[in-house]
């Protein structure tokens, strides 16, 4: 069987190089065609010798996924959906900010941790995606948007683990993953720019600091383990206490020295005063130094049979004051996407959905539009 290209970091690249009898600085120029370039065939290597590019074809391949979906919403929000073979599909959500290009990436299709408030959990666990299924995401979307934009320049600066999956339930190939986007031969990402978001996958949290300290978000959604119990199933296994713990583990190795907790604001369920109370004095007291921390409100994403709410604004503003005012930074995140179920937790990999292709088509040219506002912006800042 032929390798995949996209299934190695660069000492992989080094040692199938080696394998071919090449030196490790034929690797470095093949990692670069690959990931900086976004060659798609070995005739284009024009560095390297005739005689190796005639050869890499019957020993490897670049395997992109195949593209079941590409919808553009009005915002300039970009969802992809890949087909990973077996009726499985995972989502890609390119988000274009006025500083930065926001990559939104799944790690798993379908999710084996189950949170209530989410559609990828409710559609149970099908598989872990390899390490060239998560990094075929990225490749396919950057060089897409370079082609779209007719540019050289990188358009996608950021990425976050936060499509469909828990990454560290997934740490054999997202490892090699998170390598390749940090590395300068590869997409050159700096560690505060990469950024995992885990319901709490306590050991993992331990060796992602230990061997590839990026930024990270923890999905806490709840301020007492009661709570926690029934929206997140896994707290069960690692409750909130020593969650926290493993955050202040993992600080002193953080890109940043504040973690992001995610809080998805759930009418009736965890947005009442008393919650927000309680979470001032689990962030600030824990182990009686306090979590050093940014709070992210998410309002709930509704979809069908879900059973949840979103929290009114208003009880979502309240929420949020009650916590800065306690002197913890929170925001509340914008929703992108929603008109193509884009935002967060709406990715279920609805194969069903590919109507409208032309209303869809207009929408993808609105968005490319403002993609490239994007990055005229980019490139004069
Ligand atoms: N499994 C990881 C990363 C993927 S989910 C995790 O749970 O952190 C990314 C974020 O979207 C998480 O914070 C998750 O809690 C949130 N999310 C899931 N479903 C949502 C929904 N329906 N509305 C809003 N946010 C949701
Ligand atoms: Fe899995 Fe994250 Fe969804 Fe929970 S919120 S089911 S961990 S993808």
Redesign the pocket.
Known sequence: MKSNLLDFDLDAMAAFCETLGEKRFRAVQLFRWVHQKGARRFDDMTDLARSLRAKLPEVCEIEDLPVLSRQSSSDGTIKWLFDVGDGNAVETVFIPETDRGTLCVSSQAG?A?G?R????GHQGFSRNLTTGEILAQLWHAEHFLRRALSTQERVITNVV???????LQNYAALFPALRVMLDDHGYGLSRRRVTV???GVVPMMDRLAAECPVAL?V?L?APNDQLRDSLVPLNRKYPIAELLDACLRYLPRAPRDFITF?Y?MLDGVNDRPEHADQLVALIRGHAGVGVPSKVNL??????PD?GLKCSPKDVVARFAKTLNDAGIVTTVRKTRGDDIDA????LAGDVMDRTRVAQRQARLRTAQQQTIRFVERVKQA
């Open positions: 999710c941790v949170c408030f989410c559609s990828t683990m936060m499509g469909m999956g828990e990454p978001s885990t319901s978000a999905s959604h995610e998805c998410i309002p709930f994403n509704p979809f879900s935002a967060c937790g709406q």
